[in-house]
């Protein structure tokens, strides 16, 4: 198995096997904890060869430098088919979502898990936001 895409973004869907994304970031801003995003999505694409087809298990965990979860981990189980004549097929996943509370600032991963065994993980940082002539942001 390999991962073609791991990314957290506003919004995102899979409308018959095309992985649809908009707005990919990579952290979130605010001036004081907690940090609230009120919706977001984690999306992966991964591509399975025909001998990995067959129900497997999804682990989204966000946890900080440490290694300690900052929310509860998010799971989904999903099957792959490969058709007959297909030495690869791929597999998307979209978790949506609402109300991602972030209690601490600093430099946090979003790991990617199947089966249980680690496949991939991306940075999220998550800032004090400074203010600027009105405006609160983090550059990405």
């Given amino acids: 198995m390999k991962v073609e895409v791991l990314a957290i973004c506003d919004a995102a869907t899979d409308y018959q096997g095309r992985l649809n994304i908009l707005g990919v970031f990579e952290g979130m801003a605010a001036p004081k904890t907690p940090v609230v995003r009120d919706r977001c999505s984690i999306v ?20 900080n ?33 609402n109300q991602l509370k972030i209690d601490e600032f600093g430099e946090h991963e979003i790991a990617l898990f199947v089966d249980g065994v680690l496949q991939e993980s991306i940075p999220l940082t998550v800032a004090r936001a400074v203010k600027k002539r009105g405006r609160n942001r983090m550059d990405n």
Avoid at 77 to 90: L, Q
């Fill in 44 to 63: 992966t694409r991964m591509r399975f060869r025909s001998d990995e087809t067959g129900t497997h298990e999804l682990t989204i965990c966000i946890r």
């Fill in 65 to 97: 430098s440490k290694g300690v979860l900052l929310i509860p981990e998010m799971k989904a189980g999903f099957a792959v088919k490969a058709p007959a004549n297909r030495k690869t097929v791929a597999a998307n996943m979209v978790l949506n979502v």
